[in-house]
């Protein structure tokens, strides 16, 4: 993989998501979404897909604080992205009844209790290492950032899957870093819980 490094999504470092996204409007999942799934109801997502949920993530980045960290390879081409931040910035995924439902009802409203929801690996960069890149630099930020836990509900791989169908992440790496499982609602995907507190990141 070489050099890697990632930088939070600030206003500034938009049009280095676009490339990742893959640059237009309604190309590929990324392309429809714009990171808006976890955050509006599914008609509202449906409704708005590519341009529209494209300028509602703007805002919210132009708003702060950053939703996100973009990763960069060494000669600083934008190769990835993970969204990572408070589970009360993503309420969707805290909806009652999603496998990405927290257990205790406080806790998606708690400012320390932070949630990785996303990634997306730029096609032409997958399988050279970037999604346990973007993983390691998500529970640097978070741990930086004052959350005290950070949940996640990846995929249990067991086959090859289309990359786009893996954007919660592979469970695998996780656990990997410590990640303990605390719930499984669907057999091939487990929430599962770093504790950050006096911990350092497991590379």
């Known amino acids: 993989m070489g050099h890697f490094v990632a930088h939070p999504l600030t206003p500034e470092r938009w049009d280095d998501l676009v490339e990742v996204f893959g640059g237009g409007e309604g190309r590929g999942d990324c392309g429809r979404c714009w990171c808006m799934w976890w955050r509006l109801p599914r008609k509202a997502v449906g409704g708005n897909a590519g341009r529209g949920n494209k300028a509602l993530f703007a805002a919210r980045v132009q708003d702060g604080p950053p939703p996100g960290l973009v990763g960069y390879d060494g000669d600083g081409v934008p190769v990835g992205w993970v969204q990572v931040g408070p589970r009360a910035d993503v309420p969707v995924w805290n909806d009652p009844g999603r496998l990405t439902a927290p257990l205790e009802a406080g806790d998606a409203a708690d400012p320390q209790i932070w949630g990785i929801s996303c990634f997306v690996v730029r096609a032409g960069h997958r399988r050279k290492g970037y999604f346990a890149a973007l993983l390691d630099a998500a529970v640097d930020w978070a741990r930086a950032n004052g959350a005290r836990v950070l949940d ?33 609602r669907r057999p091939e995907r487990p929430l599962l819980r770093l504790r950050l507190e006096d911990r350092k990141t497991v590379r």
């Open 152 to 184: 996640a509900c990846p995929v249990e791989a067991q086959d090859k899957r289309p990359a786009p169908s893996l954007y919660h992440g592979i469970a695998a790496p996780f656990r990997a870093r410590g990640f303990a499982e605390i719930a499984r």
